[in-house]
């Protein structure tokens, strides 16, 4: 979550391909030029072009990042995004009831450059639930090689609505430690819920 002037914030969760120091030294390369290009760029989708351009100039080892990021303004309420080939976050609605996700509207960054992106719109009203998730959570997996999955998520979410965005977001984590037990997983777990209120 970074502040992106008055009354907007930006929103990004992402995942790096790969794993151990060189996985990382990547992410942290990749969140910092986001942030700066997002400070340019009022439009999501111009600011993840940029960014995409600068990080597969130095993605020389083939790593990529799937990202969402997003500005979420308090005055309209409105969620302008881009889904760069992440796991597409899951919207409730309140008032309805109905859920649906956030699908990729690019692809993966660091793979080609001057790539096209595209940001789409959404109005976060009273009561709705985002939930922005990494792999790592549906990925997990219990003593039997089963997959958490997102039909599991889905329903968390649609059982925990109600509760406060910290609330759910310790259901869910609950849920995934509870389903794995002690198996060694092999991938990060990131969350991040936002709730209108």
């Given at each position: 979550?970074?502040?992106?002037?008055?009354?907007?914030?930006?929103?990004?969760?992402?995942?790096?391909?790969?794993?151990?120091?060189?996985?990382?030294?990547f992410?942290?390369?990749?969140?910092?030029?986001v942030?700066?290009?997002?400070?340019?760029?009022?439009d999501?989708?111009?600011?993840?072009?940029?960014?995409?351009?600068?990080?597969?100039?130095?993605?020389?080892?083939g790593?990529f990042?799937?990202?969402?990021?997003?500005?979420?303004?308090?005055?309209?309420?409105?969620?302008?995004?881009?889904?760069?080939?992440?796991?597409?976050?899951?919207?409730?609605?309140?008032?309805t009831?109905?859920?649906?996700?956030?699908?990729?509207?690019g692809?993966?960054?660091?793979?080609?450059e001057?790539q096209?992106?595209?940001?789409r719109?959404?109005?976060?009203?009273?009561?709705?639930?985002?939930?922005?998730?990494?792999?790592g959570?549906?990925?997990?997996?219990?003593?039997?090689?089963?997959?958490?999955?997102?039909?599991?998520?889905?329903?968390?979410?649609?059982d925990?609505?109600?509760?406060?965005?910290?609330?759910?977001?310790d259901h869910?984590l609950?849920?995934?430690?509870?389903?794995?037990?002690?198996?060694?997983q092999?991938?990060?777990?990131?969350?991040?819920?936002?709730?209108?209120t």
């Amino acid at each position: 979550i970074m502040a992106l002037g008055s009354g907007t914030l930006g929103l990004l969760i992402a995942d790096v391909s790969g794993k151990g120091v060189p996985a990382a030294l990547f992410m942290a390369l990749s969140r910092i030029v986001v942030r700066v290009n997002a400070l340019w760029h009022r439009d999501p989708a111009a600011a993840i072009a940029d960014a995409n351009n600068i990080i597969t100039q130095d993605s020389k080892s083939g790593m990529f990042v799937t990202l969402f990021f997003g500005t979420l303004r308090e005055h309209d309420r409105t969620l302008t995004y881009v889904n760069a080939g992440h796991n597409p976050p899951m919207v409730f609605r309140g008032r309805t009831g109905s859920l649906e996700e956030l699908m990729p509207t690019g692809i993966v960054l660091g793979a080609v450059e001057d790539q096209v992106y595209s940001s789409r719109s959404l109005v976060v009203d009273q009561d709705d639930v985002i939930v922005m998730y990494t792999d790592g959570v549906t990925e997990s997996v219990n003593s039997h090689d089963e997959l958490f999955g997102e039909e599991r998520l889905r329903e968390i979410v649609r059982d925990t609505a109600r509760l406060p965005a910290q609330a759910i977001l310790d259901h869910i984590l609950s849920a995934v430690r509870e389903y794995t037990g002690d198996m060694p997983q092999f991938d990060d777990i990131t969350l991040l819920v936002i709730k209108g209120t």
